[in-house]
């Protein structure tokens, strides 16, 4: 038997990871563009820095309809199952990024443009926010109990790895003349991914159902209202995820959008900014693996602790490099952020979260906890830090902002229950009596 569900188990994982790449590069795609493109494209009619802001606040729609993608997918995932809500989200967001690659100009059409922006920006964030719960679900409910913190990272890896497909694809087309890249060079890693959405549909529509959810539905345990059964008797854990959650979506988005803006701002060339993108998410990729594994040995509420007290002491370090205005240390201060700081608030997510919340409510709370804490720390966190520099002039008031959030983080994540494995020594969490069905 062990014989026949390890290729399963890898089969499963490859899935996994490849689905969420893809949809991590059509995600991720926006915020890139939103730093380096929009703001001239679709809103023209404005100064440079409230454009830069409208631009941000596009993109923060994406993160705000990422509950709401949370909401419908869990409820239904918790229902029929994780694959059939895995595949649409897939096809979801495929769509929606073409479509972006396709909206015309200001110049073009007007009001419309951002309008469509907007609208196809709120599609990707439901695609988005169904997705990642799922993604997660589909590894570590496959996954033996003491391989449950690195196979549930390989997912949470596919965004980074989603990260260097959408970094490298801009790094090709910011070669052209201004003039083209501006005109339609931007639009092509966004057509282009219509091919990477049809081969992960094609790998996902082999995938089995999890284990877990199976028991569930012989069990004759699946829930009418997973949403408010998850609120009503574990709401204390829902909140303590959101509030974990916060502080990493809060560095990524703050190192992934803003600070590529800023960057551009004080000096340094497209290139440089796309090239420590690029490099940072490469070092997040090798993170994302050794933290995972790190979870799988120490207990990712451990590394979860650990991180969100990193993130607050180093993000005044991070920002001096940028201030340099030296690419080498732009360069240093993205591996860091993406690659040391991130992976050890991010990797712990995929088992710590899933051990939270019982299997027949499970895709509902890590939706839940996922998309509305990305949607208020992520959503947030690009606006937050352009008004504080516009505001004070320097980048010490988002050194504080991102730091106290740090915080938050960790004395959240010391408040919740250890990943399954690790229970025996550590005691159970705020709001949650049991989370295994």
């Not at 895995?86 to 110049?107: F, I, N």
């Not at 599609?123 to 109990?145: K, N, S, T």
């Not at 959405?197 to 009418?224: A, D, K, N, W």
């Not at 509305?372 to 988002?398: C, E, H, K, S």
Request: glycine residues 12%; hydrophobic residues 50%.
């Amino acid at each position: 038997m062990e014989a026949r569900a390890r290729p399963d188990l890898w089969r499963v994982c490859v899935a996994a990871v490849v689905g969420s790449a893809i949809e991590g590069f059509d995600f991720l795609a926006y915020g890139t563009a939103s730093a380096l493109v929009f703001g001239k494209v679709f809103f023209s009619n404005l100064d440079a820095t409230t454009a830069s802001i409208a631009s941000f606040a596009t993109f923060a729609t994406g993160l705000l309809a990422r509950p709401l993608g949370g909401l419908v997918f869990g409820h239904y995932g918790d229902r029929v199952g994780r694959k059939t809500m895995l595949s649409l989200s897939l096809v979801m967001m495929g769509v929606a990024t073409v479509g972006l690659g396709l909206v015309p100009s200001y110049a073009a059409i007007g009001f419309w443009a951002p309008l469509l922006l907007v609208l196809l920006r709120m599609v990707q964030g439901i695609a988005f926010g169904g997705e990642f719960g799922g993604a997660i679900l589909m590894a570590v409910e496959h996954a033996p109990p003491k391989w449950k913190g690195v196979l549930g990272a390989l997912p949470l890896a596919g965004v980074p790895m989603g990260l260097v497909m959408s970094a490298g694809s801009f790094a090709l087309v910011t070669q052209l003349p201004e003039s083209s890249f501006l005109e339609w060079g931007w639009r092509l890693p966004f057509l282009a991914s219509v091919l990477l959405v049809i081969g992960g549909y094609y790998i996902r529509s082999s995938i089995p159902e999890t284990p877990e959810f199976l028991e569930v539905q012989q069990r004759h345990r699946t829930s009418r209202m997973p949403s408010l059964e998850l609120l009503r008797e574990h709401w204390k854990i829902t909140a303590l995820t959101i509030g974990n959650k916060l502080g990493e979506v809060t560095l990524y988005y703050t190192a992934t959008v803003f600070l590529i803006a800023y960057a551009i701002k004080i000096g340094f060339s497209r290139a440089d900014t796309i090239h420590a993108l690029l490099v940072g998410a490469v070092a997040q990729v090798i993170g994302m693996v050794i933290t995972g594994w790190l979870c799988s040995k120490v207990d990712g509420r451990n590394v979860a602790r650990v991180g969100g007290i990193v993130l607050a002491v180093s993000i005044a370090g991070l920002i001096t490099l940028i201030e340099s205005r030296d690419s080498f240390r732009l360069d240093l201060a993205m591996i860091f952020a993406l690659g040391v700081v991130h992976p050890l608030v991010y990797a712990p997510q995929a088992a710590f979260y899933s051990a939270q919340f019982p299997a027949h409510l499970r895709y509902s709370g890590l939706s839940i906890g996922i998309q509305f804490g990305a949607a208020i720390g992520g959503g947030i966190a690009p606006i937050m830090a352009t008004a504080l520099v516009a505001r004070y002039g320097d980048l010490t008031p988002v050194a504080y902002y991102v730091g106290a959030i740090g915080v938050l983080a960790a004395i959240c994540a010391h408040f919740m229950r250890p990943s399954e494995g690790h229970e025996a020594s550590s005691r159970a969490p705020v709001g949650v009596a049991h989370a295994k069905t």
